[in-house]
């Protein structure tokens, strides 16, 4: 785990220089909305997705150098999201990575451009990566386009908001889920296969992978929002039950739901069969979300 921890912080510096050299300088005009796009982008995020769409990189024989620009671009999509999600008409969060809310320092009108700007800047730097053999940069992008509209990241949300204070089914809550959250980190992974000219058989093991622990993701973050606090999540505790929303701990309780966590984990573990040892890192960064405890 030591090494893992190792890996995490050298990624998180590297992410954190590009994204640094990409988003506009909190001096350029006008200052308002860049110093709001920054104060999101650098409020400490685990860079979780751009983490998994250079590592997808390595293991389909690419660089991360190669993935670079696509794993920022897939961290400004993420803030967008998060900026949007916590305004006062979504889920009205006062923190979030451990700071105050993009809202509540500069106002909901500049969030919600400051996520507009973001979510541009995500598409200009997938558009700025490095196209191979077998998939273009309008290949990468039409990923990207796809995963933020209406019929993942968008419908994810909107389901989210009508699933509020009703009893929802385990299938109404996995489409939340596979939507909301997996659909993003199987995209991370699936740009970094592609940056890397993955092959078509590795370009499905990754969308696997992706959605697999995805999910596992978004059920270890529900268990969270219930078993810690609001100084461990860096974000509001128990938002879920004050917002009377279905969960996976809700529905099935704690210990079902850690077994789910569990089984996705593995299936994500057998995704990545056909990689070899060159899976590793993803398969370390699959056990490191499961254990995850913020």
């Given amino acids: 785990m030591t090494d893992l921890q190792s890996y995490l ?5 590297y992410v954190d220089r590009a994204l640094d050299s ?7 005009k006008p200052v308002t909305i860049h110093k709001a796009m920054r104060h999101s982008i650098f409020a400490g995020g685990k860079r979780l997705r751009p983490i998994l769409c250079l590592a997808a990189a390595e293991a389909c024989g690419g660089s991360d150098a190669d993935a670079l620009s696509a794993a920022c671009g897939v961290e400004c999509l993420h803030t967008y999201s998060l900026i949007h999600d916590d305004l006062p008409c979504m889920d009205d ?32 730097l997938v558009a700025k990566s490095r196209a191979g053999h077998r998939y273009s940069i309008g290949d990468m992008i039409l990923e990207l386009a796809c995963t933020a509209g209406s019929l993942h990241l968008v419908g994810g949300q909107v389901a989210d908001l009508e699933g509020e204070g009703k009893n929802l089914q385990l299938d109404d809550l996995r489409f939340i889920h596979e939507n909301k959250t997996a659909a993003m980190l199987t995209t991370s992974v699936k740009l970094g296969g592609m940056c890397a000219d993955a092959l078509p058989e590795e370009l499905a093991a990754l969308e696997k992978f992706g959605m697999t622990t995805g999910l596992a993701f978004q059920i270890i973050d529900d268990i969270l929002d219930v078993t810690q606090t609001t100084e461990k999540l860096g974000k509001s505790a128990g ?13 099935l309780g704690l210990d079902a739901s850690c077994e789910k966590a569990h089984q996705l984990t593995e299936q994500a573990h057998r995704a990545l069969d056909v990689f070899g040892p060159r899976g590793q890192q993803l398969r370390q960064l699959a056990d490191y979300l499961l254990a995850r405890e913020y």
């Avoid at 990409?22 to 350029?28: C, E, K, R, W, Y």
């Fill in 22 to 28: 990409f988003l506009p300088s909190a001096g350029t």
């Fill in 93 to 124: 969060d006062d923190m979030r990575r451990g700071v105050p809310t993009c809202h509540k320092v500069y106002g909901e009108a500049m969030a919600l451009l400051a996520g507009d700007a973001l979510q541009a800047l995500a598409f200009e």
């Fill in 239 to 251: 938002k879920d039950i004050a917002s009377e929303k279905s969960t996976y701990p809700a529905l």
């Fill in 9 to 13: 912080a050298q990624r998180v510096q």
